[in-house]
């Protein structure tokens, strides 16, 4: 019966350790955008590791397939996970507008090397690889973000 005792006791410990590993945090994104001319914004938010590398994608505001070419780099990291980002996709959004959206984190991303990413393009405009980046820490996430092209600022707020 001991025995038995500790294997379940074991399982629950395994359950628990992996249940907090994969815990993710809701986080409401607002961004609002710089006015511009010019043609809807396709914006794409990734996970970027502490190399610099493309980890995940966690949104993209524009649904039409033809023009993720233009988000140059985040299209090539795609074009090699194909991941499904059918779930993780909206509206295009235009100079001067506002956008709400909801993006999960995992919370082990956070302190520790990790930021978010806004790639942002706009038809036969620049393009901005890095138009908004976030470092994934306490503070990244509680302050307003400017950004350096077709976006005003970011902000997040946990829910």
Not at 57 to 67: A, N, R
């Amino acid at each position: 019966m001991k025995s038995l005792f500790k294997i379940v006791l074991t399982a629950a410990l395994i359950c628990l350790i992996s249940f907090q590993a994969s815990a993710q945090s809701k986080y409401k994104c607002m961004l609002q955008m710089a006015n511009y001319m010019g043609e809807g914004a396709y914006i794409v938010v990734s996970l970027i590791n502490p190399a610099g590398e493309y980890e995940k994608t966690l949104y993209v505001m524009g649904d039409d397939k033809k023009w993720y070419k233009s988000l140059k780099e985040w299209n090539k990291f795609q074009a090699k996970k194909t991941e499904d980002i059918s779930a993780k996709t909206g509206a295009s959004v235009t100079g001067g507008d506002r956008s709400i959206t909801t993006i999960e984190i995992e919370d082990s991303k956070i302190n520790k090397g990790y930021k978010l990413r806004f790639e942002s393009a706009v038809e036969d405009q620049k393009y901005h690889v890095s138009d908004v980046e976030i470092p994934l820490t306490t503070e990244g996430l509680a302050d307003k973000t400017e950004g350096k092209g077709y976006i005003r600022y970011v902000r997040l707020n946990k829910i």
